[in-house]
């Protein structure tokens, strides 16, 4: 028959060694807990390092060849529109004067810091209604018909993209990466 292990009650030394010992834990614990916030305060930096120069300049040197390749592709686009419309040296050289002044006035609003985002966005919607009728107004009427065209086709071709990516995107979500059948 085996005996009962004694238990010693409330007041026996096991007892408190582990009350000691809980206690002693939670300090610790509790200890740890108010100094982690010092301690990952301490680890950061007070300010930012300064950037590699070498880092900044590549940067730089990056948005420089990618706003180049921008504007050298706007002006393809531009003299690829203006052949395609038949416009004559003289809307060209208006429709570039136009063009220039609306960039300005379009760059002056994103630039008023008493605008808010919405308000911006809102006279920029405005603005760019008027600076199409303005454009149109450059255009003879057959010009126009073409140019409402061009602008027709060029919407289907962004919508036909649109769709496109919208059905990688939905097949990627579900686990199919590519468009080829499985096996």
Do not use: W
Request: proline share 6%.
């Amino acid at each position: 028959m085996r005996k009962p292990m004694p238990t010693g009650g409330v007041n026996s030394p096991n007892n408190n060694l582990m009350k000691t010992s809980l206690k002693f834990i939670l300090l610790l614990a509790g200890l740890a807990l108010a100094a982690a916030p010092g301690l990952r305060a301490d680890d950061s930096p007070k300010a930012p390092a300064p950037a590699d120069p070498t880092d900044r300049d590549e940067r730089r040197e990056e948005m420089s060849d990618r706003m180049l390749e921008q504007r050298e592709h706007r002006k393809e686009m531009g003299e690829r529109i203006a052949k395609e419309l038949g416009l004559s040296a003289e809307q060209k050289a208006k429709m570039k004067a136009l063009l220039r002044q609306q960039r300005d006035a379009a760059e002056a609003i994103m630039d008023d810091p008493a605008l808010s985002r919405e308000q911006k966005m809102g006279k920029l919607k405005e603005f760019h209604k008027n600076a199409e009728a303005q454009r149109r107004g450059l255009l003879t009427p057959e010009q126009q018909k073409k140019a409402d065209e061009m602008r027709t086709r060029a919407r289907e071709r962004f919508e036909h993209r649109r769709e496109k990516f919208e059905h990688r995107r939905e097949r990627r979500e579900h686990g199919r990466d590519d468009d080829r059948p499985r096996d």
